[in-house]
């Protein structure tokens, strides 16, 4: 797979390293439309172990998800962590009329793990009536757009990174990303809804 490099430098213990970054050239950015772009992936909603099994545990393909929709849609490292449980999600649920009022069809919380804890947290959260909670339990959906994020030294495994977007039929209109996970400057409710 073809990549682009961004050089950037930081400093590290008083001295000036030029570092680079390998972004994949299948990264997600405005313009991108998610439905032909990785129309094979899908994500899991989240639900409890028995609505599984009755379900045969299927999948929602993306096209469902975005196709002649308007969607507001965050990742974020993971469920029952620390700025995602007190912050990000949050940040939507007090914000769901406005996003309504806007013209929004569904706001969407998606991280990688599995539908049963994101099912769980959700509860937890009691936001499951504001919110559509979905696992990527492989990481698959955001590997696929270059949003995953290695976080084994925090002992979370590889996760996704902290971000947001609006999408309207398939197409990304608007993509913020964050630095690093545990920031939250730039993927909370309110950013996002001053942007659509």
């Known amino acids: 797979m073809a990549s682009a490099m961004l050089k950037r430098s930081m400093v590290v213990n008083g001295i000036r390293v030029l570092g680079t970054r390998a972004f994949a050239s299948s990264s997600v950015t405005v313009g991108t439309d998610l439905v032909s772009t990785i129309s094979d992936v899908s994500l899991q909603k989240a639900r409890t172990w028995d609505e599984g099994v009755s379900s045969k545990f299927c999948t929602t393909p993306i096209k469902d998800i975005f196709k002649d929709k ?3 849609i965050f990742g974020l490292p993971g469920a029952f962590t620390g700025v995602c449980s007190a912050q990000h999600v949050p940040s939507y649920k007090k914000n769901i009329d406005k996003f309504k009022a806007k013209g929004i069809d569904s706001v969407i919380c998606v991280a990688v793990n599995d539908p049963y ?30 949003l ?4 084994c030294a925090a002992l979370l495994g590889h996760r996704s990174q902290r971000w947001s977007a609006y999408v309207e039929d398939g197409k990304v209109k608007v993509l913020n990303v964050e630095e690093v996970p545990s920031d939250f400057k730039v993927s909370g409710g309110e950013v996002i809804l001053g942007q659509i």
């Open 70 to 72: 308007k969607v507001v």
């Open 117 to 146: 804890v994101m099912n769980g947290w959700a509860d937890k959260l009691g936001a499951k009536d504001a919110i559509e909670f979905y696992g990527d339990f492989d990481g698959s959906f955001h590997k696929s757009l270059n």
């Open 148 to 151: 995953e994020k290695d976080l």
